[in-house]
Structures are given as C-alpha cells and as structure tokens.
C-alpha cells in the first residue's frame, strides 16, 4: 500500500512539474479545461488568500514574486537576478520554554544571494517595506557552490544563521575536499 501511495505522488509532481514547465514555455492556453498560466507574462498568476494575512507569500517563476494573502490577485515582482539554489526561507515561531517546543509558525524572511555577489535578506512580514536589505560583506556571493543549512533561532530570529560553502583555493565547487564555509546572520547588515 505504501509504494502505491509513492507512485500516485510520483505521478502527481510529474503532472505539476509538467504543467509547470508548459506554463514556462507557452503563450498560455491549454486542453482538457487547464489553462496553463505563464508567470512571465505581464499578468502573473493570482494565489487564494491564506490563514495568516500578517504574513506575505512568495512564489518563483521567472522571478520572486510577493503575494498579500489579504490580495491575493495583486502579485508584485520583487527580485529578478537571484542565485539559483541560494533562496531560502527561515521560519520564525513563539518558543514555548516549559514545553520546549516552536509554535505559531509561520514564514519571517527569505535570504538569497544575488547576480552582484552580494546576499540579501527579505522580510515576509506584510507590515514593513518589500526591500530587499544586503546582508554581509560578501561580494563573491554568485559564486558560492550551494546552501548548507538554515538555522533558525527562535528565541531571536535576527540570529538565525544561513549557512553556505564557496570554492576552495583550486576555485572548484566539484571537490568539496577544499570548499570553504561560510555562514551569516539574517540580522546582519553590509
């Protein structure tokens, strides 16, 4: 029974993947009562508004898009030149000491590296400015060869850490013998 459910979510993201991929690629429409929406058309797709209105969503699909769950059909595009892999989300949380346990999540920020070679930090929360704020001193960033880690401190969120390998001295991210980590904070400021 197990590997039946396996093959029927196979089979699920493959169709998403698929659709996904066809939305990317195509001047939209679409058979069989889909529409294939493009995300980089002048009019990105809309997302349902969601449970926790205090806090932004975001999507990717020829660019980092914002969402207000409170309008969900007013979608604005926030970042274009990201590095790959290096966007990741850090989840912020109430700590509960006497149960020792992280509740009341929901997602606190995106950090990401950039085509300048810099990172920068993003909050989710929809209060504050959409603005992407550099993080580090790191001007190599577009180089880096993958995130390692995301730590999250719940107790400090400014705290959470973003961890991340660069190529070693042969300047190869192949050979991880060499590679050189790294790690920064999303409090941090350039």
Known sequence: MFSSKKIHIQKFLLLFFTIFISACSSSGGGGGGFVAIDPCADNPPSLSPANNTGTLHFYTGCGLWAVDPA????????????????????IGGVWDTAEKKVTQKKLHALMYAKADGRFY?????KAVPITPIRVSSETEAHKMCGVIATLEDYQDLNNSIYVYSMPGPDQSCGLSDDNIEKYIRLGMWA
């Open 121 to 125: 930090r993003l909050s989710a929360n």
């Open 71 to 90: 309008k969900p059909s007013e979608p604005g595009l926030v970042e274009t030149d990201w590095v790959g892999d290096s966007l990741k989300r850090l």
